[in-house]
């Protein structure tokens, strides 16, 4: 791994992760710490970890029980080091990943196969179809041209800007894009913003499709773990200076998978950070109004930093229906304006029709919004309620807003499970899907987009699912290697075995 892409963490921030993991000999504890930060995505695969000596003199613990966890870590191939270059975080070669989709599309769920792989929700029946019915008087008026729009129609351009000021973002007509949705809107800003191998600064976890259009770009994804509590600015700023990513991919209202609301002095924190290191942030608002009972949310991260540090990306996929295929950028005039000239001959821009359709639901919008937020919170409650009764050992925090919980399993089995459940008939995406390293494997993403019914008979099947796995892990337990570590010669220095690692 190249230092200059690598992100960087410090010992103080590596404290802050493990947290209090002391049980009984120091270098195993601290060995296995280490272990479970990269499997569950917190420590990203080839982040550089501090020195030996460096770590020790900081914590004030012994050099040898840092160099015995190290050694530990080597051997089981968590960790991959060289003279000069320091050590990072790896996967063993051969460690079991989850198959990454051949498609940005969901899964097609057959014959009576449940898809939980999909968190968007059916078109709003009357009121879609109503406003489809009524564009069609509407045609009249745009049809005597030649139909190509690389930039999007003007009454709708002006509804997203209004919508925006709205927000508390002054917004005009010229500072917004028409796309075919928030994915194609995302890659134009890749192929604007980032050249090939540089790296792109995203979440872990994140959304899967984002990752794979950086993957696709050439570009580096540089992971900095979420836990439970949201972003660690921290390690947002350290990874912002160094590697000094081309963009930041963040979403900071409704997180998928998470469902996290980034507060408001973290946005600032993170817009000053990147102005200073010349990242350009792009946020993913799609889910920013589906906001069930979350109340009003801080002001959208366009709000801080100088005019333009913060380009906006949005749709209506997840409020109205993903079939629509409508997104925008929201960017300086002059982003546009180059966004346009990067569309090209392969791109002919967006359908009339469809932006006919979303200007009349622009017109109802608020009122679609408080029907989506009643139909999700049933929806949610029905998911939550079946699943602290089928499977109480899964651990997830309720979101106030989007459209997924985020399952901790209590175990590394994800992958396992996300096949199993095939074969019990429902779909669901495993939690590495949604990291950049094949880590997550004790998460699940569970959307709640479908009917309470079909819920509650998914989950029974995936209670069917979790049975098979964990009787097989009970049957072929797993052996360990307790073959004695052999320590590094160093100065002599007594390990502690009652020694404790900082909180």
Known sequence: ?????????????????????????????????????????????????????????????SRNTVASAYQRLREEGYLRSRQGAGSYAALPDGAERAPRALSWVPGQAVDTHIDLTCASLPAPEPAFSL?????????????????????????????????????????????????VGAHHA?????????????????????????????????ARPVPVGL????????????????????????????HNPTGLVMPEPARRAVVDAALRSGTYVVVDETLSEVNLDAGPLPPPMAAYGRPGAVISIGSLSKTVWAGLRVGWVRASKSVISRLVAVRGPSDPGNPLVQQLIACRLFEMYDELLRARSAELIAQRTALTDVLRAQLPQWR????????????????????????????HGVQVLPGPRFGADGTLENRLRLPFALDADTLT?????????????????????????????PVPALPATRVNPTERLPR
């Open 227 to 254: 836990d439970d509590a949201g972003w660690d600015i921290d390690l947002v700023e350290s990874a912002l200076r160094q590697p000094r990513p081309a963009v930041a991919y963040l979403m900071p209202d409704f």
């Open 186 to 218: 995302w890659g134009l800003l890749l192929r604007l913003l980032v050249r090939p191998r540089e790296p792109v600064l995203i979440d872990s976890p994140t959304y899967p499709n984002a990752l794979e259009a950086i993957r696709s770009h050439g």
């Open 131 to 179: 406003a489809v019915a009524d564009i069609a008087t509407r045609m009249a008026r745009h049809s005597d041209g030649h139909g190509y729009d690389l930039v999007g129609l003007p009454a709708l351009r002006q509804a997203i800007a209004d919508h925006y000021t709205a927000r508390g973002v002054r917004t005009t007509a010229d500072q917004i894009m028409v796309t």
């Open 1 to 61: 791994m190249r230092d200059d892409v690598a992100q960087k963490v410090n010992a103080d921030q590596l404290a802050r992760l493990l947290g209090d993991w002391r049980q009984g000999t120091a270098y195993m504890d601290l060995a296995q710490a280490l272990k479970a930060l990269i499997l569950d995505g917190r420590l990203s695969v080839a982040a550089r970890i501090p020195a030996e000596r460096t770590l020790a003199a900081a914590w004030g613990i």
């Open 457 to 485: 008979t998914g989950v029974a099947r995936l209670r069917e699912a979790f049975d098979e796995v964990m009787a097989e892990q009970t049957a072929t337990p797993r052996t360990w290697n307790r073959t004695r570590i």
């Open 396 to 423: 997830f925090t309720v979101p106030r807003g989007g459209l997924c919980l985020w399952v901790d399993l209590g175990a590394q089995i994800s992958t396992k499970l996300s096949l199993a459940a095939g074969r």
